[in-house]
């Protein structure tokens, strides 16, 4: 493959609007950047209709929440009707089995093939990992889009000991690209997967050299673990271009892996969801020109995106200016920061001068380390100051001590403490606190049947995807699966024999390390997050258990009445 000019348009050409990571809803209920998402929403779509592109691709994201509110999905639906349904004709066609490419959905079809609806722009799009399927059904956001006929949900496996990632083949004229997705998947999972040969992307029989390949892939890229990102040298060589999506930080002028040589695009997110650097880059979306083999993807700067700007403070950088034995320091400190923030906002409003479209209200950062000896201010007092300037007042310093930092170990952990509020300079996952917990826990409360990995599991659903049934399905899934060896080993209904049974499974389960088990011993550590306490679920799996190998036991309902 090559970059080159962009090629003429013509009926050889593919012209594709390029984006990720919309998350649309972030800050909803915000008075001031509530709307933000969906402005810029309506301005990628917008560029779609104006440029005339074949197709819109999607790398994920497209939501923030994983239930997103009415508002959200009724603001989604009313921009993709209002752009993306027309009489114009859509001037490529689809060759593989469509069958394949969307088997799990009710209407196994490219939305624009549809007899019943009339779609001048295609929208294809892959799941990330705020809007991924979750629950009983394994359904997301995305779905509900698709089956409204609005979007193509596509790269979604739904194996959890194989992937194959078969492409959504395309043509027009002379041109043919074959469209690989991967939707999210926890990054330690995939990394597994990877090593372990368990995903393969698929081919075209005939012809293979004569494809364009183009993937999108919405997972960690850069390293934040041994094995929670996805190396990019992972990916097969004979890829032409990848569509990276979860990154926020804007690189999305193609570079090319020098191992593997293809290239790779980093489109950013097309909002400010976290005040850190990376999402203080200038957010473009992009415009994928391919024909033949040769490509170039034009930049286009978001016009409707609120400024940001951040910049760090290092305290004791400064002996000349800051003394943390003057007793008038904090002042000093509090007016050197109010300079700081004058700076940025002046920066701020020189960048907007220029283009009408963007908010008004910036987003400011000011970080200040403020180790060596110093006391930090009242932000809250600080923040009064700028309550009509700025878009986040509440957050415009954030104080750290980065050089003090130290881990601190043998301490007791208070779960609901680490998630309402975390440490500041912390990024936190549930899954990490529960694995945290055991690792320091009593014997007695150990996990023995069950995993770590599956309680984690069980209280991020719970937690973060706000999936109410979560818990207790994991926990009937590994019932079944309990009660399954036990009928095949043929176990007698003798409460030592089942003991017995139930070490000897246990150690099975630990030997291979299972990740998809499913937690019950859950403590009463957790009962803010859970519908029940060990000691009674102890006693009730016990005699499910013995229901399992013994006719004689009195029969139990598939739910404890609490």
């Given at each position: 493959v090559s970059q080159c000019d962009p090629p003429s348009d013509g009926e050889d050409t593919f012209k594709i609007l390029v984006a990720t990571d919309i998350h649309l809803g972030y800050l909803e209920k915000d008075p001031v950047r509530g709307n933000d998402t969906f402005v810029t929403f309506n301005e990628i779509l917008d560029h779609a209709q104006k440029n005339e592109v074949d197709f819109v691709l999607l790398g994920g994201d497209l939501f923030h929440d994983n239930k997103p509110s009415r508002k959200t999905v009724h603001s989604c639906l009313e921009s993709l009707r209002k752009y993306c349904m027309g009489d114009r004709p859509v001037q490529f066609e689809i060759l593989s089995d469509q069958a394949v490419n969307f088997h799990y959905s009710k209407f196994p079809w490219v939305n624009y093939q549809d007899e019943n609806l009339n779609i001048s722009i295609p929208v294809f799009s892959i799941h990330g990992n705020h809007d991924d399927p979750t629950g009983a059904d394994a359904l997301c956001a995305l779905d509900i889009l698709s089956c409204a006929g609005l979007l193509n949900h596509f790269g979604r496996s739904t194996s959890v000991e194989k992937i194959d990632i078969s492409p959504i083949l395309l043509r027009k004229g002379r041109t043919k690209i074959a469209l690989y997705g991967l939707g999210a998947i926890p990054d330690e999972r995939l990394y597994r997967m990877f090593v372990n040969k368990q995903v393969t992307m698929l081919r075209p029989k005939e012809d293979e050299d004569s494809w364009f390949n183009l993937f999108v892939i919405h997972q960690n890229r850069s390293k934040h673990g041994a094995t929670n990102y996805i190396p990019e040298q992972f990916l097969d060589d004979?890829?032409?271009?990848?569509?990276?999506?979860?990154?926020?930080?804007?690189?999305?002028?193609?570079?090319?892996?020098?191992?593997?040589?293809?290239?790779?695009?980093?489109?950013?997110?097309?909002?400010?969801?976290?005040?850190?650097?990376?999402?203080?880059?200038?957010?473009?979306?992009g415009l994928l020109h391919v024909k033949g083999k040769k490509m170039k993807m034009e930049k286009i700067a978001l016009e409707t995106v609120r400024t940001f700007h951040i910049e760090d403070v290092v305290l004791a950088d400064h002996p000349d200016l800051f003394n943390p034995d003057n007793p008038n320091v904090t002042q000093a400190i509090q007016a050197f920061c109010m300079e700081k923030v004058e700076l940025m906002l002046d920066t701020a409003e020189r960048e907007r001068l220029g283009n009408p479209r963007q908010p008004e209200k910036p987003i400011i950062r000011l970080r200040v380390d403020y180790a060596g000896g110093f006391e930090p201010f009242s932000v809250h007092r600080f923040s009064q100051k700028y309550?009509?300037?700025?878009?986040?007042?509440?957050?415009?310093?954030?104080?750290?001590?980065?050089?003090?930092?130290?881990?601190?170990?043998?301490?007791?952990?208070?779960?609901?403490k680490l998630v309402s509020r975390p440490a500041e300079g912390m990024t936190l996952r549930v899954e990490d606190l529960v694995?945290?917990?055991f690792q320091t826990a009593e014997k007695k409360v150990q996990l023995s049947l069950l995993t770590e990995r599956g309680m984690g599991e069980a209280v991020q659903e719970f937690v973060d995807k706000e999936e109410k049934d979560a818990i207790e399905e994991l926990v009937k899934f590994q019932l079944e699966k309990t009660q399954r060896f036990l009928k095949e080993r043929r176990t007698d209904?003798?409460?030592?024999?089942?003991?017995?049974?139930?070490?000897?499974?246990?150690?099975?389960?630990?030997?291979?390390?299972?990740y998809f088990l499913s937690c019950f011993f859950i403590s009463t550590y957790f009962s803010n997050y859970s519908y029940f306490s060990v000691p009674y679920y102890q006693n009730y799996y016990t005699l499910l258990l013995l229901n399992t190998v013994s006719p004689s036991c009195p029969k139990l309902s598939s739910s404890p009445v609490m």
């Open positions: 004979f890829i032409n271009l990848v569509v990276w999506g979860h990154e926020h930080e804007c690189k999305i002028a193609p570079f090319q892996n020098e191992q593997q040589r293809f290239y790779i695009s980093q489109p950013g997110s097309s909002v400010v969801t976290s005040l850190s650097p990376g999402e203080a880059v200038k957010k473009h979306i309550m009509h300037r700025v878009a986040n007042p509440k957050d415009i310093i954030h104080f750290f001590r980065h050089r003090e930092q130290k881990e601190k170990k043998g301490i007791d952990l208070n779960f609901g694995k945290q917990y209904a003798e409460e030592e024999k089942i003991d017995e049974e139930l070490y000897m499974y246990c150690n099975i389960v630990s030997s291979h390390n299972s």
